[in-house]
């Protein structure tokens, strides 16, 4: 099928069929939450000249091979890149409720069947890929030539997308939306469009390990300079603001590790990202006059509380709201049948059924429709306002507990400033180490 709402309610019921969850319930609070759908790429070299409607028709003959006649998934073919590549979101239950796993070795078998359809319609699966060969493709050799590294390239979209996300996963999301790969695991790794290898993203330097990224989303709006309010004071607010000061005695010579919290500006203290984490966590104590960790282990579970609550009162309205909608498509399947001449058996079983679905929604006239529809699209917005609730206490429960997690794991901690400098020592040696010539 063509229709994205058809395809989204059939995957939806066989989800809910088979799992232990809904398929519109927003994630928890901690955690991912259950996986109900994975994501797959296949890519095509531009060496193939594969042409979209033949990519297409590849990616639906492996989606069959490689899960089964039965599996739900929803192809989107692109040309939006040089390589022609199709996304694919495979529902997480097949039909007769198969559970489908991404892990190592599952992503081994899938590729297998992928490489095996390729060759059956007469395309050889790129060695670097299958691991035959390690030479250096064309476009790589351009990028270099033109100084368009991949590392460079890969920054510049993090950059870009930081703006627009409140979490690392939603980053790393919108990175795959826009044709790159990434893993995660140990340690989260990216390959760009083209891209021969994967590349870490602690490679790319200090600015981009997972640490610094989630620091870099989840205090984007606040700034680095700290003015108490009301000329509040605690002992948590004592206890940051010595440490914040040390910290910025090492940043300004150059005794810590340099981490810029802003890419574009030459580093400094006003520019040094663990400076910038301390006096934006110092700020939210400040707006919410935190006493103590014990008050803020309490905001913390309150939070959660009313995190769950809201979840749950956000998935029963999105279930009314798909129940609006499909009594909304019967009106529609009606009306359109209706004005039809002859009908074939099956289409007149299915105005035999919307008519007894409006008749069991008190469907009568033309304002009942207009009635309902009107209702569907206020229900619409009133979950859009409950969402963006949701994002807010998620985003407070992150911030809360990142201020908790680094007064034990910093600001408490004596050694804190010593072991800053240590770590700097270290990366000194390193690039000493790095810089000795080989023989």
């Not at 990224?213 to 606040?222: T, W």
């Not at 207009?370 to 229900?379: D, S, V």
Request: aromatic residues 8%.
């Amino acid at each position: 099928m063509t229709d994205a709402a058809s395809a989204f309610e059939q995957m939806q019921l066989v989800y809910n069929q088979y799992a232990r969850d809904r398929f519109t319930t927003p994630p928890p609070l901690d955690g991912k939450g259950s996986v109900k759908a994975i994501h797959y790429i296949q890519s095509f070299s531009p060496d193939d000249n594969v042409t979209p409607e033949l990519a297409h028709k590849i990616t639906k003959a492996f989606v069959r091979k490689a899960f089964g006649d039965d599996a739900q998934a929803v192809i989107a073919t692109h040309v939006d890149k040089r390589h022609i590549h199709s996304h694919i979101i495979l529902n997480s239950y097949s039909i007769s409720g198969q559970k489908f796993y991404a892990k190592k070795e599952s992503l081994k078998r899938v590729r297998y069947y992928s490489d095996g359809v390729c060759r059956a319609f007469g395309i050889e699966p790129s060695p670097n890929i299958t691991g035959k060969g390690k030479s250096m493709k064309h476009n790589e050799w351009e990028h270099r030539k033109n100084g368009t590294l991949w590392k460079q390239q890969i920054r510049d979209e993090i950059d870009k997308l930081i703006p627009t996300v409140i979490t690392l996963e939603e980053l790393l999301q919108a990175l795959e939306e826009r044709g790159y790969e990434v893993k995660r695991g140990k340690y989260i790794s990216i390959r760009a469009p083209e891209q021969e290898r994967f590349v870490r993203t602690k490679t790319l330097g200090e600015e981009y390990t997972e640490d610094s990224l989630i620091i870099r989303i989840l205090y984007r709006d606040m700034g680095e300079g700290v003015e108490p309010l009301d000329n509040y004071r605690s002992d948590l607010w004592e206890a940051y603001d010595s440490v914040i000061g040390g910290v910025r005695i090492l940043a300004e010579q150059q005794q810590k590790v340099p981490r810029k919290q802003n890419i574009s500006l030459p580093y400094s203290a006003d520019n040094d990202l663990d400076v910038y984490r301390l006096s934006a966590q110092l700020n939210v104590i400040n707006k919410y006059h935190i006493d103590s960790v014990s008050d803020l282990e309490n905001r913390i579970r309150k939070l959660k509380d009313e995190h769950e609550k809201y979840r749950t009162e956000v998935n029963e309205l999105i279930d009314e709201h798909i129940k609006l909608r499909n009594v909304l498509e019967q009106i529609k399947i009606y009306h359109e049948l209706s004005a039809k001449g002859e009908l074939t058996s099956k289409e007149e079983v299915q105005l035999l059924l919307a008519k007894q679905t409006m008749q069991r929604h008190e469907i009568l006239t033309v304002a009942d429709e207009i009635r309902l529809r009107n209702k569907a699209e206020n229900l619409g917005k009133i979950i859009g306002t409950r969402k963006e609730t949701l994002d807010k206490i998620r985003r407070q429960y992150e911030v809360f507990k990142d201020i908790r997690d680094t007064y034990y794991d910093d600001v408490s901690r004596e050694s804190y400033l010593s072991d800053l400098e240590k770590e700097e020592r270290q990366r000194q040696e390193q690039l000493r180490k790095n810089k000795k010539p080989k023989r």
